[in-house]
């Protein structure tokens, strides 16, 4: 049984066999020497580590934040994070200080944020951070600027 030009079963021709064969040319030229060694992979960064601190640090933070120092400034002096110091103190058996704001502290707040200080002086004014401040502004009922109006 026969359907068009070519016996069914077989294979068609392929007429074009010079185009093929310079396209296949082309191609090879376009490849790299295998004389020459394959580029070396830029080395991934290494994570970093979680820094452990060891029993004499632990101890030693412990103590100076029993003496005063903030979290903030062991955090600086042992070169871990904030919130390192506090898990720290936590699994020690500390309990934290926090900083808390008196009504005398917030009636001042808000006369110097009324008169046009911002929240970051402010805190840094109350040893607070600026979102304490806001917060409690806010709760107060006091109107908050437009922190990109500059009049």
Partial sequence: M???FFPVGDKVPDWNTKSRLRALRDLLGTLPDPSTPPPVQAQ???RNKAKRLK???VAELVEAYGHGATTYQLADRFDIKRQTVSAILKRNGITPRWRRLTEANLDEA???Y???MSLARIADRMHVDDETIRLRLRKRGVQ????HDRS
């Avoid at 908050?144 to 922190?147: I, K, N």
């Fill in 144 to 147: 908050m600027r437009d922190p």
């Fill in 44 to 46: 991934r960064p290494k």
């Fill in 110 to 112: 808000e006369r110097l």
């Fill in 2 to 4: 026969r359907t068009g």
């Fill in 55 to 57: 029993d004499a640090q």
């Fill in 114 to 116: 009324v008169q046009g």
